[in-house]
T-cell receptor
Framework: KAGVTQTPRYLIKTRGQQVTLSCSPISGHRSVSWYQQTPGQGLQFLFEYFSETQRNKGNFPGRFSGRQFSNSRSEMNVSTLELGDSALYLC?????????????FGPGTRLTVL | AQSVTQLGSHVSVSEGALVLLRCNYSSSVPPYLFWYVQYPNQGLQLLLKYTSAATLVKGINGFEAEFKKSETSFHLTKPSAHMSDAAEYFCAVSDGTGGFKTIFGAGTRLFVKA
């Protein structure tokens, strides 16, 4: 079974631009979560999607948004990029919702904002 | 609210020595606990998870963790460190509160000396 894939793997943008990141979950997985990872803040939860609906949201400004499609693929968008948005963005999928479900992570998209 | 604390942002051991990575959690209900490992430039990978079936949980690559309710701990151990164990390790808790969010610790980077 193919793992979680994320595209692109690397991205360089300038301040003020917007960016869209893509995540394809493991086949059959219905829940997709997004995390931001930085050296200073660690792993921070952005949001979770299940059945095309956002179920959970972390403490991030409205510039961060996402969506999930009917095939469970997900995208996240960051508008008006700031230098502090430079990070590794990780997508994780799980079979279903529920606290017992382990998450399967993609390799991440490394975003650099200049 | 659930939370997790990893004691020690960096741990250094010699090859062949015992590995002990500490994790304490806080949860108002019986939790599910996870340990993930992240190798450089990769996403997180599940090492093991506690789901209340047994307090001693065995994972991949020779790692195990023991759930101690009285101490609210879930420390990760490996009897003999190998150079390939050098990575960052994350403890995580999920208990169904907070909308099924999984909360990750800040991570512990393990260094293995030859």
């Amino acid at each position: 079974k193919a793992g979680v894939t994320q595209t692109p793997r690397y991205l360089i943008k300038t301040r003020g631009q917007q960016v869209t990141l893509s995540c394809s979950p493991i086949s059959g997985h219905r829940s997709v979560s997004w995390y931001q990872q930085t050296p200073g803040q660690g792993l921070q939860f952005l949001f979770e999607y299940f059945s095309e609906t956002q179920r959970n949201k972390g403490n991030f400004p409205g510039r961060f948004s996402g969506r999930q499609f009917s095939n469970s693929r997900s995208e996240m968008n960051v508008s008006t990029l700031e230098l502090g948005d430079s990070a590794l963005y990780l997508c994780a999928s799980s079979l279903d919702r529920g606290p017992h479900n382990e998450q399967f992570f993609g390799p991440g998209t490394r975003l650099t904002v200049l | 609210a659930q939370s997790v604390t990893q004691l020690g942002s960096h741990v250094s051991v010699s090859e062949g020595a015992l590995v002990l990575l500490r994790c304490n959690y806080s949860s108002s209900v019986p939790p599910y606990l996870f340990w993930y490992v992240q190798y450089p430039n990769q996403g997180l990978q599940l090492l093991l998870k506690y789901t209340s079936a047994a307090t001693l949980v065995k994972g991949i690559n020779g790692f195990e963790a023991e759930f101690k309710k009285s101490e609210t701990s879930f420390h990760l151990t490996k009897p003999s460190a190998h150079m390939s164990d050098a990575a960052e390790y994350f403890c995580a808790v999920s208990d169904g509160t907070g909308g099924f969010k999984t909360i990750f610790g800040a991570g512990t980077r393990l260094f293995v000396k030859a």
